[in-house]
């Protein structure tokens, strides 16, 4: 006998199927409500690209309406692809239904086009046309590229700026964006001179909806998303702070959430990130109704950009062990002394979690001819070691890799004995810049480089004085550069023969007519795991 959770399990997997067709929805599913406004808000983006499909994104919402409040039933939504803005060269159309589970969110899969070339596309329902996005597939594997512009962002905190970084960067001329995590931040309103979010804590699925719509209400950060593909992961504020895997992070009394009711929590951010992100309908590995049970969101994942560079996209945060030696046993994050921590040096610890280091390696161990000239390692944080105590002794940061030494010594072993061409690894998370090598054993200075990495500043959120960066990289010699004091992003362009890395930050994210400087630019040679300031 069919239960009533397999039931609502099958119905979310026919709605998933239903909300990435691109060509036939059952005339029964259709629905067309007369619209009293525009209902699309929330923009367009496009994602996940490869040599002959693409993924469109828009979500239906109307504010002051919450997602229930557009009723029960899917809504039919119908888009374009053309080779124009004006849609007069048509290249594919369909329709797709938006579900009411899903807080009426389109994805659309269109597959069969062209290699690499830009397209435009838009979305309509009822008398409403959506902004018009332009986006683009990936070259073949096999095709010979001279180029590739990937802007790399992470950390925009709501209350901390405005998103005007997001208005320069439309100016890059970018192929790609990889955003590193912390989307959204999952804390209670506070005082702030510049806009507030509203409400309390993100416990609800629709709590996390709410604070989404907020986000992408926002003019700059919408349109970025239509300038361009983005391919996306995450870090810990698109849930809770500081959470690793299946594991609170704040204790109750920061956070006044019940520990026992984590994975109901982490279920609904996830859903809710789900909802309003161009990620493929493939990454729910068990529909919604797994998210419950703890079942994987899948992000982490390789894509070819022709010979030019492999890209990869990890997922630091669902599958991770839960930190160590955090200052009188709570949860969350802290600064450690690994020699008074005996769990520090745990081999089976893992930042990655052992399924996806072996998934990496196997994709590490493939045959010289199937790999590209660079290998871009897309994550949420720093690599690179940070003692921050100057002196003898170490103090390390428990949450990110310097937390699993035995997974950083494993990824990088795996880079060295696998030969892979040109690593570079790009992270977030720490809202400061720093540009250095990654070295093949930070307990030996005079280890061999292999690879090298260029972890970003935030888009708004906080970061620390910067008072102490000069001793900080005196302390870690393996950093050629940091800076704690400016927010923005970084632009990376590819070629055949160099890599070329520049940091563009804005002048006040306070002034929402902020200008954009380049803070600095860096050259790294093909062949050479050697980042040198230009």
Excluded at 160 to 180: I, K, P, S
């Amino acid at each position: 006998m069919t239960t009533p959770e397999w039931q609502d399990r099958r119905r979310l997997l026919q709605w998933l199927s239903a909300s990435a067709a691109t060509l036939y929805v059952p005339r029964s599913a259709w629905c067309q409500p007369r619209w009293a406004s525009n209902p699309f808000t929330l923009g367009v983006a496009s994602g996940s690209p490869t040599a002959d499909s693409v993924l469109l994104w828009t979500r239906l919402h109307v504010p002051g309406i919450p997602a229930a409040g557009l009723g029960a039933q899917p809504i039919t939504v119908h888009w374009e692809l053309a080779h124009d803005d004006q849609f007069k060269h048509l290249v594919r159309r369909g329709q797709a239904i938006a579900p009411a589970e899903l807080a009426h969110s389109v994805h659309a899969e269109v597959a069969g086009l062209a290699p690499d070339r830009w397209y435009f596309y838009r979305f309509m329902t009822g008398d409403f046309v959506s902004p018009v996005g332009r986006t683009r597939t990936f070259p073949r594997p096999e095709a010979v590229v001279q180029r590739l512009r990937l802007g790399f962002a992470s950390c925009q905190k709501w209350e901390d700026g405005y998103f005007t970084a997001w208005r320069h960067m439309r100016q890059e001329n970018l192929d790609l964006v990889m955003f590193l995590g912390d989307y959204l931040y999952e804390y209670p309103a506070k005082r702030s001179k510049l806009r507030t979010p509203p409400g309390g804590w993100l416990h609800t699925l629709d709590d996390y909806r709410q604070r989404y719509a907020l986000y992408k209400g926002d003019a700059d950060l919408q349109a970025m998303h239509a300038s361009c593909p983005w391919l996306m992961t995450w870090d810990d504020h698109e849930v809770q702070n500081d959470y690793a895997g299946v594991h609170a992070g704040h204790s109750a009394a920061k956070d006044p959430a019940d520990p026992a009711h984590f994975l109901a929590r982490r279920a609904a951010a996830y859903q809710a990130y789900y909802e309003h992100q161009p990620i493929r309908p493939a990454v729910l590995t068990q529909a919604m109704t797994g998210l419950l049970t703890g079942a994987e969101m899948r992000l982490y994942g390789q894509r070819p950009y022709g010979q030019l560079a492999s890209l990869y996209l990890l997922d630091t945060r669902q599958y991770k062990d839960l930190q160590v030696c955090t200052k009188e046993a709570t949860l969350g994050s802290g600064m450690v002394d690994p020699a008074r921590c005996p769990q520090w040096f745990e081999a089976r610890r893992s930042l990655l979690g052992l399924e996806q280091e072996r998934w990496l390696s196997t994709q590490f161990a493939k045959p010289t001819s199937a790999r590209s000239s660079w290998t871009v390692l897309g994550q949420s944080t720093l690599l690179g070691q940070r003692d921050v105590k100057v002196g003898p002794g170490q103090r390390l940061w428990n949450d990110g890799w310097d937390g699993y030494p035995a997974a950083r010594r494993r990824l990088t072993d795996a880079l060295h004995q696998h030969a892979v061409p040109n690593p570079v690894v790009l992270g977030g998370d720490v809202h400061a810049n720093w540009v250095g090598h990654v070295k093949a054993d930070y307990a030996d200075a005079n280890s061999a480089s292999v690879g090298v990495e260029f972890c970003g500043t935030s888009i708004t959120s906080h970061a620390g004085d910067g008072a102490r960066t000069a001793e900080l990289l005196a302390e870690n010699p393996h950093f050629i550069f940091a800076d704690a004091l400016h927010r923005g992003y970084g632009v990376a362009e590819f070629t055949p023969a160099q890599l070329t890395t520049t940091l563009r930050v804005v002048d006040d994210v306070t002034h929402q007519d902020s200008q954009i400087d380049t803070l600095a630019r860096f050259a790294v040679q093909s062949g050479r795991p050697l980042v040198e300031r230009v």
